[in-house]
């Protein structure tokens, strides 16, 4: 057998299990089977993790409006959280209201501001709301000088999003509002300063003053580099200055765009060549309640007027990337537009909020309006408006969403309407259904009256594409097609490793072959902030000053750039092999999660041999009592406080093949046994978990990083729950390749390695080239024989672009961000029959060329 990768994180000592693997690929091209959607591969951006707003929007100065501080609508702030009005919920029996909150994190009132007064300087700060810049944006911050020394600070500073990336020899394009009481007379000097008050650039206003609100401008030329830097407004003299819209951007966006986006994030977009970009989300559009939902009409215009978005991720958008520059930015990477909007029901995992059925015409109306915004003509109203923003050509939307990860029969109910509406009006727009999240369900589909595209989410954890690969074969075909919205390889992978490039690799595989079923598909999440992280596995990783792509960036990539124009026959043979390492050495463990549960009698047998035995009595320190609150009670080693990953762990033991018994009692808590094998340490071991899922399941389990856990077989319902106060027999039994749990003697579940190697080979049309895509996710090269018939003649050389590592753990990261990335070379000898080997831990595409 193949190793299975993500446990060789944990079966790190066995580097050579087998001396060769071997594989046979036989290719017919003559069989032509399912095309390929030259849209598969799209993007996914979603307000997340500061991925726009400190991200891919330009924006440098964090809060630049002050509106950061604002409540979002219909809540309250009560301890600490916000709570939205109470309302029924979309989903719940007989619309039972939400007790959901959300914590507020927020300290002051004017985020990422401070003042820096020193000497004889006496400054204060205040949010105020008289005299407003506009309705939309009603905050401004009133700076008062009651002392001003001209030997010290009289500063306000703003930190930027975690800093300010100043670039030598960069310019910076600096804009405000500014009004003053009659007393301030003196000038305004903008600069970007180093933390320890280093000026890298500066500029000064000579005199700001006047009752009206007046904007200033000027350019910042950076004089020395410097990645942390802060942005600093100088005052000079006493008096009251009130500031609003205080906006920094480099003078270099993506396209030179005013108002643009970061060059670099945007770039790692566009290098994807997607074929469509899905926005404003995922849970973004749907919102904490309907007050707070993203509305496009509100993100256009002048950014001063645009009132922002408050996000479920805990922070506001100010909407400055907002519709237009959205559909701008699809323009500007030749992808389709996949506009994603809110049916008037707000996120079911938090508040649940809806409109009620008889109002939903109004958002109807507006989405059609929309739509008109984007691709109806200048004479119409809202094309008229798209034209008057310096765009009169439709923009290229092509696809619209209804709702996200919204499902079942009162979904769908609401769904026809708006795809009624839409397709009467606008017949070319290819409309998107929702699933929920997770696989399509016919109870959402059955009730629908009209469906283009379904769209199927699937955070699945490593190993799961591996031991699913035929997850797409199963579908019954009928009259829709399938977009994949949201995928990811995200448990059991750290922050997304090569683990994860290999399973997502496989499963973007088991999505090409299904080509006539698959039709679309996007990453997800794209960006994240590493000072925000708010999902654990994200595809671009970026701070104010650098940025990187993970592993699974370029799988995506080198898998959209050599897409086949249609799959041919292909047949992948592996021959059985004897495993001749074992594949679990490590020691055992006890553990639990979120449960008090008692353990004794403990033995571990081989050949038929007791070869462990536990006396917990007089000898507890045989075992490392990691976390949580070990006693020994009655000859038991019982966990006496419920929480997350409690373990315990037999030292200075290693077993290989064995069989492990003990008797198990859950005595209170969710869940009930956990049972840790192939202990490596504190940290890295596989498991047995019993009375998984809130003592519902049983399925076996990787950890890594101590809390990064992984199923690594399909969960299997219990019978009946783990009872509480009963002692139960459990026996594991740890072969080569094998292991197998009974509770009381009963065979509950099983795990074996699943395959290691895949491939998948299709034909472009428009070069002749047959196109091989392999996957080796095992510790070892693969020598592999290729057949191919069914093509008239094949050039000798070929290219093999290849992306690999040298284990399964490895990562991109700042100080080395292109570590890991394709490789190409060229490969000769071909025939119509030849050999090659792929590498271990590779990502592989083979382009044959015909003659």
């Known amino acids: 057998m193949k190793k299975y990768f993500f446990l060789l994180v944990i079966v790190a000592c066995n580097h050579a299990v087998f001396s060769q693997n071997k594989a046979t690929i036989t290719i017919d091209a003559s069989k032509l089977e399912s095309n390929v959607s030259p849209d598969l591969h799209g993007v996914f951006f979603e307000e997340i993790s500061h991925g726009g707003e400190g991200g891919l929007y330009g924006e440098l100065i964090q809060n630049r409006g002050f509106e950061e501080s604002r409540l979002p609508l219909a809540t309250t702030l009560a301890d600490g959280f916000i709570v939205p009005k109470k309302s029924p919920h979309f989903m719940m029996p007989d619309n039972a209201a939400s007790d959901w909150k959300m914590e507020w994190n927020l300290k002051s009132q004017w985020p990422a501001w401070s003042l820096q007064a020193s000497g004889g300087s006496s400054m204060a700060l205040a949010l105020s709301r008289q005299n407003p810049l506009n309705n939309a944006t009603p905050n401004s911050l009133q700076v008062t000088i009651n002392q001003w020394d001209p030997t010290a600070n009289n500063n306000v500073v703003n930190d930027g999003f975690w800093g300010i990336n100043t670039v030598k020899g960069a310019v910076y394009n600096l804009s405000f509002y500014a009004r003053t009481n009659k007393q301030y007379k003196g000038p305004i000097t903008a600069s970007l300063q180093s933390e320890t008050g280093v000026i890298l650039a500066a500029y000064t206003f000579a005199a700001v003053s006047g009752s009206s609100w007046k904007k200033y401008t000027c350019q910042l030329l950076a004089k020395q580099s410097n990645s942390k830097a802060k942005f600093v407004l100088t005052f000079g003299s006493t008096g009251v200055v009130w500031l609003d819209m205080v906006s920094l951007f480099p003078a ?66 100010t909407d400055g990337f907002g519709y237009h520059e959205y559909l701008q930015f699809c323009e500007d990477i030749h992808a389709a537009a996949l506009y994603v909007f809110n049916i008037g029901i707000s996120c079911e ?269 007089n000898k507890p320190d045989e075992w490392k009592l990691v976390r949580g609150n070990w006693r020994i009670q009655d000859s038991a080693l019982a966990q006496t406080v419920e929480g997350e990953q409690r373990l315990a762990w037999l030292k200075d033991k290693t077993f290989d093949t064995y069989t492990l018994k003990l008797k198990a009692r859950k005595k209170s808590g969710y869940n009930a046994f956990i049972i840790p094998f192939a202990v490596k340490n504190d940290s890295t071991q596989l498991r047995a978990h019993i ?23 399909e969960s299997k319902r219990l019978d009946k729950p783990i009872e509480s106060g009963r002692w139960y027999d459990v026996t594991i039994e740890v072969g080569m390749d094998k292991v197998d749990c009974y509770l009381d003697g009963e065979l509950l579940m099983t795990y074996k390695e699943p395959q290691q190697f895949f491939s998948i080979a299709g034909k472009d049309s428009i070069t002749g080239d047959i196109i091989i895509k392999a996957v080796n996710a095992s510790a070892n090269p693969y020598q592999t024989s290729i057949s191919l018939t069914g093509v008239t003649a094949l050039q000798s050389i070929g290219e093999l672009i290849s992306l690999r590592a040298d284990s399964p753990e490895a990562e991109n990261s700042f100080a080395e961000p292109t570590k890991y990335i394709p490789q190409t070379q060229t490969v000769g000898g071909i025939t119509s029959f030849f050999e090659i080997s792929f590498k271990p831990y590779s990502i592989n595409v083979l382009r044959l060329h015909t003659k």
């Open 691 to 713: 009375g998984s899922w809130l003592n519902s399941h049983a399925v076996f389990e990787s950890v890594t990083n101590s809390f990064d856990v992984a199923a690594i077989s």
């Open 252 to 317: 270099k966006t993506f396209m030179n765009r005013p108002n643009g986006l970061r060059l670099d994030l945007a770039q790692y977009i566009a290098d994807l060549k997607p074929a469509f970009v899905r926005w404003p989300g995922g849970c973004f559009v749907e919102g904490i309640n309907t007050a707070n939902t993203p509305n496009w009409k509100k993100s256009i215009g002048p950014v001063e007027k645009r009132p922002g978005t408050y996000s479920v991720w805990g922070y506001w958008s």
């Open 349 to 617: 995992f938090r508040s649940g909020s809806f409109v009620p059925d008889n109002k939903v015409d109004s958002i109807i109306n507006d989405i059609l309006d929309g739509i008109e915004y984007a691709v109806g003509p200048v004479t119409s109203k809202y094309g008229k408006l798209r034209a008057a923003n310096g765009h009169p050509s439709p923009f290229p939307l092509k696809f619209i969403e209804v709702g996200n990860e919204q499902s079942g029969p009162r979904y769908a109910a609401r769904y026809n309407r708006f795809y009624k509406a839409i397709k009467a009006k606008y017949p070319q727009i290819k409309i998107m259904a929702s699933m929920g999240i997770g696989d399509v369900n016919k109870r959402t589909t059955d009730s629908m009256k009209g469906i283009d595209i379904v769209d199927e989410h699937a955070y699945k954890p490593a190993g799961w594409a591996m031991r699913n690969y035929n997850h797409f074969d199963k579908y019954k075909r009928g009259d829709w097609d399938m977009y994949v919205g949201e995928y990811a390889t995200n448990s059991g992978v750290g922050a997304g490793n090569m683990n994860a490039a290999l399973s997502d690799a496989v499963y973007i595989m088991s999505m090409e072959k299904n080509g006539d079923l698959v039709k679309m598909s996007s990453y997800a999440p794209l960006l994240v902030n590493v000072n925000d992280i708010d999902w654990p596995v994200n595809l671009i990783n970026f701070d104010a000053a650098g940025s990187f792509a993970r592993i699974s960036y370029y799988a995506i990539k080198i898998f959209n750039e050599n897409k086949p124009t249609q799959n041919i026959n292909t047949q992948t043979l592996i021959p059985e092999q004897k495993t001749k390492t074992p594949l679990f050495t490590g020691s055992i463990g006890l553990a639990t999660w979120d449960t008090q549960s008692d353990y004794k009698d403990i033995e571990v047998i081989q050949g038929g041999k007791v070869v462990y035995k536990s006396d917990f009595v």
